[in-house]
């Protein structure tokens, strides 16, 4: 291994020691409570090194929501290499997806309110993220059209149309607003919806 490879994986190392320490001060203390000295003192380095690596704490904030996002589209990824019937996928995603955001942005009230900032302020990260969970449902939806398991279509129009009336089983500010109501129900929606796209 040259210098150069060695020297970028020590980068990469410290950089993701820097997000996994401020995910977690995030969750005890809100992502506007902690500081980049905060993060710098739990890892044991100036606030000066922290900064090397992010030029701000804006850029920490994004790269923990790019982390927790990553890891939702990370689930769904698996779940779309899956064998087995299309509807059975689709209902194991949006049920996954549910169950996490609820753990990370309901249960988790201090990433919540991180989520909710990139939300608000449309931060690039939201619509990545946005773009390849439509992706990851296509995919699932045009393998079930392959299998004539579902009629023939545009699959990324389906998916589009698809996540977006599901949108309030995985949106964290409308799973919070949202909570309340009681019908329908997650599972009736998939129902729905799969039965759209038969």
């Known amino acids: 291994m040259s210098d150069a490879t060695r020297a970028e994986a020590r980068e990469a190392d410290t950089r993701t020691r820097i997000i996994t320490t401020a995910d977690r001060l995030y969750r005890q203390m809100g992502f506007q409570k902690t500081t980049v000295a905060d993060i710098a003192r739990e890892l044991g380095m100036s606030p000066a090194n922290v900064y090397r690596?992010?030029?701000s704490k804006d850029e920490i904030n994004e790269a923990v929501g790019r982390q927790l996002l990553?890891?939702?589209l990370a689930?769904?990824?698996e779940i779309a290499g899956r064998d087995g019937p299309a509807a059975e996928r689709l209902h194991a995603l949006f049920?996954?997806?549910e169950r996490m955001n609820t753990e990370r942005f309901t249960v988790e009230k201090k990433l919540h309110d991180l989520v909710a900032l990139a939300l608000t302020e449309n931060w690039q990260i939201v619509f990545d993220y946005v773009e390849r969970m439509d992706a990851?449902?296509?995919?699932?939806i045009a393998d079930g059209m392959n299998r004539g398991e579902f009629r023939a279509g545009d699959p990324q129009q389906a998916a589009r149309c698809l996540h977006t009336a599901l949108i309030r089983y995985s949106h964290p500010r409308l799973m919070v607003?949202?909570?309340e109501f009681e019908d329908p129900t997650l599972e009736q929606m998939i129902k729905?919806?799969?039965a759209a796209l038969r």
């Open 53 to 55: 690596f992010f030029r």
């Open 70 to 72: 990553g890891e939702v």
């Open 75 to 77: 689930a769904g990824l």
């Open 95 to 97: 049920t996954t997806v």
């Open 136 to 140: 990851v449902i296509a995919r699932i």
């Open 177 to 179: 607003e949202c909570a």
């Open 192 to 194: 729905f919806g799969i």
